[in-house]
């Protein structure tokens, strides 16, 4: 159902309007008064962000599950509110909640703009969940760029550093480059069918033609720039190291998981045509990221370099899930439960890694070196961590690696699985060369330890580490609400 | 019982020692040594109240519905569903028996710990390993799910391996923990691969495959999967025989448990006494179905279990050490228990099970308080002359050892003999069998008196055991209550039963509805015969303490003259202890350890090393390779990004697309 005013229509968008309205008070703060503290700023963000979520769960009451009819339609018909919608409002908010946890040991570096920081945060949440939610082309256009230029922002806050100017700077060119490519093949999309929205295109486009594999091609690889995956992945380390941790670690885990949200919607609603060309196509994109990303993730000397490759990697091993599509929805419950779990894993990594880098310790992996006994919890939470990532039972990176491969299989790709397996082994090699770092080698006997992370930043630490050990005990509720969020996917 | 209230019944009593064992390692260290001394006990008395409320339905529950099986937590599918994995419990005679041991006795021995642990600055650590190993045990006795009873099985085998190495600074508890888990790793690959066949070969009775890892699914298919006697089921009963052996430390995965004595004292009462090292008698009759199918298996769990029993009983004559001398007489023990369940005889093997458990906890816990008495000393040529000041505790002693010796109106005194004259009917090899399970009531009565003596009665060989004093109120309380139970258990459940008649009792009613599933195999001895055999039983006790006493009390003969007597060989043999642990150090540590030597100089470097390393090179430079392509420079990742979807769009569009 549609609802005729603009107020009615408002009512679907109580999340999205939350999530604004802290940003301006976020943003509007930071004009009126420079010298409001980060914990306030801190606290605000957390409010919007527990609000947005819980509002969200509000539209589960009386939501169409019909398979043909499976959410309502908001906002000029521009944005659905289905299950699949509703599952990442709360998923990105947790991100987002996360990262301002993490961000307190660099509160040094981004001080000038705390509040700036912490509204575009929100902002950058808000396109993030526009963009899951999107099911027309302009609405996912604009919410792809309200979340790319808040994250350019971010990136360059520190804007002393060159660095961090630097890696902003070719985020900004590099990311205008890949919105072109995408545009090209929205466009195209446009051209051939006189429609914006996803099923209008998909009706207009009748059967598979070289101009919509054309137009695919381009929206993908448009879009492998979000997932920082292969093809449009260099950006990624050279932005993450620039970056604070924090902020890398935001890219790393909201910016993905909407880039896959979209990506997932995309070419399940509008190229029903045309399925062996995608499928084909993202099963290669999946092939090249987990060989690229793991392969040269061998070779780094930077934490946040190495975590950057990793993060293509892992985008690799996603990405199988998502050729797992047919012929259920299998797959795309694999992808949402491993963009969840890796997520929160990953984010209480880079909160452990931002406590380092903001105790001084540096940046180089050799900087590690006994962190063990520096910073016990750190880690403690960083192995834990490491160890989810590679996927060894009975972390949760372990279930969330077997549905997707599992899916995989069963949806005939166990080249593809093979492939991912072998990856998974090479990824071993670095992720568990900093556990030996941390754990083994002695390092400099007499290295202060390390001040104790601040409370927040605790928190967001311990939840990381907590979820990667713990979470394995509720899979099966966890997958099932995953397997839920997919329906609105069903294959038609 | 109904669903619900075993679901929250079973949640409970596995919830209050998870939330111990958390709590002691979390908030331990803060809150200190008070916190811990009621938060450990205290979660495992919790326990045994929900373990009364759960017995207490089980018998009244109507003779048909005695077991509920409830799943408490969904945890996951796989294969599309067809396969579901979830922590089911089962609630029923059998696993109510288990469940009220392990935290009946278990409370008494933790509370008995707090005074044992008095002085040891890591009790928040040691409480919360024991609590992990209550929380694991009664994972594994009320698993309905064999994911479940594995994990279980485990953890057990973690926490025994945590306990044994208690006291890490020392090497040899540290090498004890080793050989114990490596021991029971063993058990465990037998036991997965025995899973993983019985997953594969489950049929219903039109033949079609079954996807289930459900214990009562399983025993319920049973008979449409397997035949009798065939090699397959043979097969894996010889494979779980061979995990219950390793937990059990029986014949030839035993030499782990004399060296698990290395732990503290009330580690070994609960853990290699009392629970942990029953749990292979559990296993087996909990899968009593399968082999009731495959006869052979069962009767080479037989033969070893009564094999280990004289062995161990032997080796217990000349052990001088005290802990070690009551590890091997609850090797002795267990091999007895072992063999009822091998032989069919369920209900007798878990009947001597709950009584072994009261008062082989007893001895231990009694062993205890002397051995903290003497400083920590355990070489019984040390002891001597306690009963003068260690009264209680000698008296608490005495009982365990009538129990253990099995004269009459003691607790083991009745499950000893009805397991004993199960031997007697049990099929062709019964009279050789019973007669070897005599030989062994001998050799109990021997050792266990032969300790008394020389660590109660005569003269004190230090100056220390002048002025030893009694253990204090809370080390002695449990077992003076402990040496009632032994005393009085088998009174208790047998008193108003014909004893010679060798009909039901109040075990043998309460269990034999769940083992009668299978058919029962192993027929009740008739009156006559129970007859008899009680009272050779009960002669060969008699005999053994006898000797005992005028070896080691009245030393006429003296036990060393007749020692003198005995063939030199055989005496070598019992303070050798058979030479099992060189045996194994020379054909399978050494062997081992020169193959690996072997391996590292010669194989590694020239067969492995090569393609490994080259492998790896392989990877750096492709890592080196693909890392110079990040040049850093914007306008080479937009070159890049450009040809690389140009590329693209051509293979796709001119090649898949059409």
Known sequence: MSHPSPFAAAVDLIPEGILLLGALVCGSLAVVHRRVPAPVYRGLSALTLVAAAGSSLVYLRGLPTSPSNPGYVAWSEGLVVDRYSIFFVPVLCAFTLMTVLASAPVAQRIRPHVGEYHALLLTATLGAVLLASAREMIAFYVALELLSISLYILVGISKTEPRSSEAAFKYLVYGAAASAVLLYGLALLYGLTGRTDLVGVAHGLGSSSAAAALALTLVIAGLTFKLGAVPLHQWVPDVYEGATAPVAGFIATLSKAAGFAILLRVVVTTFPVARSTWLAVIALAAALSMVLGNVVALAQSRMKRLLAYSSIGQAGFILVGVVAYPPDQQGVAAVLFYLFTYGIVVLGVFAAVAHVEGSGAGEEIDDYRGLSRRSPIAAAALAVGMVSLIGIPPTIGFFAKLFVFEAAVQAGYAWLVLLALAMTVVSAAYYLRVLRVMYVDAGDQDAAPLPWPPRVTLAAIAVGGLAALALGAAVQPLFALAGGAAGPLTVR | ?658
């Open chain 2, 1 to 658: 019982m109904n669903g619900t209230l075993a679901g929250v019944l079973g949640t409970l009593i596995l919830a209050f020692p998870l939330a111990g064992c958390v709590l002691c390692a979390l908030l331990g260290p803060r809150y200190g040594r008070r916190f811990v001394n009621w938060v450990g006990p205290g979660v495992v008395g919790l326990s045994f109240l929900v373990a009364l409320i759960v017995l207490a339905q089980v018998v009244g529950a109507p003779e048909h519905s005695k077991s509920t099986t409830v799943e408490i937590w969904n945890w996951l599918f796989l294969g599309a569903g067809n396969l579901h994995v979830g922590v089911d419990l089962t609630l029923d005679p059998l696993s109510t028996v288990m469940i009220m041991v392990i935290c009946g006795v278990g409370f008494l021995i933790h509370l008995y710990s707090v005074g044992y642990m008095e002085h040891d600055p890591g009790i928040a650590r040691f409480f919360s390993y024991m609590n992990l190993f209550i929380f694991s045990m009664l994972l594994l006795v009320l698993a309905a799910d064999l994911v479940i009873l594995i994990i279980g099985w485990a953890l057990v085998a973690l926490s025994s391996y945590l306990l044994i190495g208690y006291w890490y600074e020392r090497p040899s508890a540290v090498l004890a923990a080793r050989k114990a888990f490596i021991t029971q790793v063993i058990g465990d690959v037998a036991m997965i691969i025995a899973a993983a066949m019985l997953f594969t070969s489950l049929h219903d009775a039109g033949g079609h495959r079954i996807f289930t890892l459900s214990l009562p699914t399983i025993f319920a298919n049973a008979s449409s999967s397997f035949s009798h006697g065939g090699p397959l089921i043979t097969g894996i009963c010889a494979l779980l025989a061979i995990g219950a052996f390793a937990k059990s430390a029986q014949f030839p995965l035993h030499t782990w448990l004399p060296d698990a004595m290395e732990g503290p004292t009330p580690v070994s009462a609960l853990i290699h006494a009392a629970t942990m090292v029953t749990a292979g008698v559990y296993l087996i009759a909990r899968f009593h179905v399968l082999y009731d199918l495959a006869p052979v298996a069962a009767g080479m769990v037989a033969c070893v279990g009564i094999g280990t029993a004289v062995m161990a009983g032997v080796i217990a004559l000349s052990q001088v050490d005290i802990k070690r001398v009551i590890a091997y007489s609850t090797m002795s023990q267990i091999g007895l228990m072992i063999f009822a369940v091998g032989i069919g005889a369920y209900t007798a093997g878990m009947y001597h099970f709950v009584t072994h458990a009261l008062f082989k906890a007893l001895l231990f816990m009694a062993a205890g308080n002397v051995i903290h008495a003497l400083a920590d000393e355990q070489d019984i040529r040390l002891m001597g002359g306690l009963s003068a000041r260690m009264r209680q505790t000698e008296v608490a002693f005495l009982a365990g050892s009538f129990a253990l010796a099995g004269i009459p109106i003691f607790a083991g005194w009745f499950s000893k003999e009805y397991l004993l004259g199960f031997g007697a009917v049990s099929g062709p090899l019964s009279p050789l069998l019973y007669l070897v399970g005599i030989g062994v009531n001998v050799l109990t009565g021997l050792y266990a008196f032969r300790l008394w003596a020389i660590v109660f009665r005569g003269e004190p060989q230090t100056a220390r055991g002048y002025a030893v004093h009694e253990a204090p109120p809370v080390m002695l309380w449990p077992v003076l209550a402990l040496a009632g139970l032994s005393t009085l258990t088998g009174l208790i459940i047998q008193w108003p039963i014909q004893i010679l008649g060798g009909g039901a009792h109040l075990v043998s009613g309460f269990l034999d509805p769940v083992f009668a599933a299978g058919g029962h195999p192993a027929g009740e001895p008739g009156a006559g015969v129970a007859a008899l055999a009680l009272i050779a039983g009960t002669a060969a006790s008699l005999v053994g303490v006898g000797g005992a006493l005028r070896l080691w009390l009245w030393h006429q003969p003296d036990a060393q003259a007749v020692a003198s007597r005995v063939p030199r060989s055989l005496t070598l043999l019992s303070l050798h202890k058979f030479y099992f642990d060189e045996l194994y150090d020379a054909v399978l540590v050494r062997p081992t350890r020169a193959a690996a030597q072997t391996m590292r100089r010669v194989v590694e470097p020239g067969v492995m090393d090569g393609w490994v390393r080259g492998l790896a090179d392989v990877f750096a430079g492709l890592s080196l390779d693909f890392r110079s392509y990040q040049s850093g420079l914007i306008r080479d990742y937009a070159s890049y990004m450009i040809g690389a979807t140009a590329v693209g769009v051509v293979v796709i569009v001119f090649v898949i697309a059409h």
